[in-house]
């Protein structure tokens, strides 16, 4: 669906794209990832209800799974004339505004992409960006099972700790609460109008994705 979206948007078929998720139990590598950052093998992982995908955007190992806000914005940084790292900090800052919506002061660490809460990372950040489209994205810990993170050095970062919001609250925080907070950061930071659509319309023919002229 995200390269269906990221080709469209592309080819001016369609408006930018914000696409919000959980995946199943799911470790990913960036491009620049190493293997020796998965700390158990992928048969183990496997035994875990774990899968392990190499992926194409930026950054090492993450995790993904339940409990965790995970967003593919598809935008054109043209429409902004700004570029990747622009994007990057722009990404940081909606999601930082959306924690202090949630009454957590998160903030930034140099040289380290994403958004931390002292030393622990609660939201990780890696994109791609192929001919000013933007694709992947961030991860927004809300209360997913953190245990899984002991299975690999996260980030590439061994000195660094996860959290979660549910973890720096000490309650639980409805997840769909928090899906609300980020798309209205997200549209205020960017600029953008949010308008919900199903995610059946983002991938037919026509409907969200609308109609290019070819021959």
């Not at 269906?4 to 959980?22: D, K, S, W, Y």
């Amino acid at each position: 669906m995200q390269r269906q979206v990221a080709a469209a948007v592309g080819e001016g078929c369609a408006p930018h794209v914000l696409i919000l998720l959980q995946h199943p139990p799911t470790y990913t590598l960036g491009v620049r990832g190493k293997s020796e950052h998965l700390l158990a093998s992928e048969e183990a992982l496997a035994r875990l209800g774990a899968r392990v995908y190499r992926v194409d955007r930026g950054g090492d190992v993450t995790f993904h799974g339940p409990g965790q806000i995970v967003g593919y914005p598809i935008f054109r940084l043209d429409a902004w004339g700004e570029g990747p790292l622009w994007y990057v900090r722009r990404l940081e800052a909606a999601l930082i505004d959306t924690l202090a919506a949630l009454g957590i002061a998160a903030g930034r660490v140099q040289g380290r992409p994403g958004v931390w809460v002292g030393d622990a990372k609660v939201a990780a950040i890696g994109v791609r960006v192929s001919r000013g489209v933007t694709s992947h994205g961030f991860a927004l810990n809300v209360s997913p099972d953190l245990s899984y993170f002991a299975h690999i050095v996260p980030c590439g970062l061994a000195d660094a700790a996860v959290t979660s919001v549910e973890r720096l609250l000490g309650r639980p925080v409805p997840l769909r609460e928090v899906e609300d907070l980020v798309i209205d950061s997200l549209g205020r930071v960017f600029g953008l109008e949010m308008v919900e659509a199903k995610a059946k319309a983002v991938t037919a023919a026509g409907g969200l994705l609308g109609e290019c002229d070819r021959p």
